[in-house]
């Protein structure tokens, strides 16, 4: 019951683009203790559920610029299957490392951002 709260709120969060698949990943390695890489792929399935709804709201509230989504598309079409690549390539004690250390610049890039 509880991973199903948690991935109804990460959902809602989600939607918002508060980053809801990235605590997700956080509540399946920490909470759960699934490995990085199980956690990842749960993680694109969720989004393959979430995105589609956020899209469709964000594009009615014309928030989407089509031609810089269509150039994010083409980048990660491009980049996805090699940094796929370069995930099962790394130690999963460096991957969530590394993962941890990106969420973190993130969150000090948000916090320090000037808001428009």
């Known amino acids: 019951m509880m991973g199903f709260v948690v991935g109804t709120i990460t959902g809602i969060l989600s939607g918002f683009g508060i980053g809801g698949g990235s605590l997700l990943i956080l509540w399946l390695t920490m909470v759960e203790h699934a490995a990085q890489y199980t956690a990842a792929g749960i993680n694109l399935v969720y989004f393959l559920c979430c995105a589609p709804t956020a899209l469709i709201s964000h594009i009615r ?11 994010c598309a083409i980048a990660g079409c491009i980049t996805s299957p090699l940094a796929s690549l370069a995930a099962g390539a790394i130690p999963m004690d460096w991957l969530r490392r590394l993962f941890g250390i990106l969420l973190l610049a993130l969150g000090i890039k948000e916090l320090f951002a000037k808001k428009k």
Do not use: G, R, T, Y
């Open 61 to 71: 509230h014309h928030l989407v610029d089509k031609k810089i989504a269509l150039w």
